[in-house]
């Protein structure tokens, strides 16, 4: 069973569908307690190491590293700061930062739509560049919640999904259609 690291894990969404999926959800950080206690309300195997993900350096061994990075530096409804944003626009790069050190076989990662388009879509092009100069092979796209849930509102999100491996890759990528 592959084993799961999350990163702002919040309430646990990311992580409940990975668990329901049959991996082993070993780690969640999670800066806000309120949103920790959801999530051990929802796994019983382990504590939400509750701190800023700055401060993180002990993290379990893992097969994937999930997470969705705070969105309101890329939001179309923020402030559009982007990583000069200091407090939410710079974790992209602790994420990064915990992925270099933890070198898992695949990571997802998840953000809003504006993303794509952030300064004039450099944004998107430092954070593929960082994942690629990590040694990851990418696969990027645009889902709508609409779309696969019973939801009566538009919620499009980017998901950065990364392998080690090339074959496992190109395995995902023959598999992409059916998704």
Known sequence: ??????????????????????????YANEINPQAAKIYEANFFKHKVDVKDIKDVSDVPDCDIIVGGFPCQSFSLAGKKLGFSDKVNGSCFFELARIIKLKNPKAFMLENV???????????????KNTLKELGYHLHINIYNAKEYANIPQNRERIFIIGFKDEKAYKQYKSLKKYL
């Open 1 to 26: 069973m592959l084993k799961v690291a999350g990163f702002f894990a919040g309430a646990g969404g990311i992580e409940l569908a990975f668990k329901e999926a049959g991996f082993n959800i070993i």
């Open 113 to 127: 739509k504006g993303l794509v388009n952030h300064d004039k879509g450099k944004t998107l092009d430092i954070i």
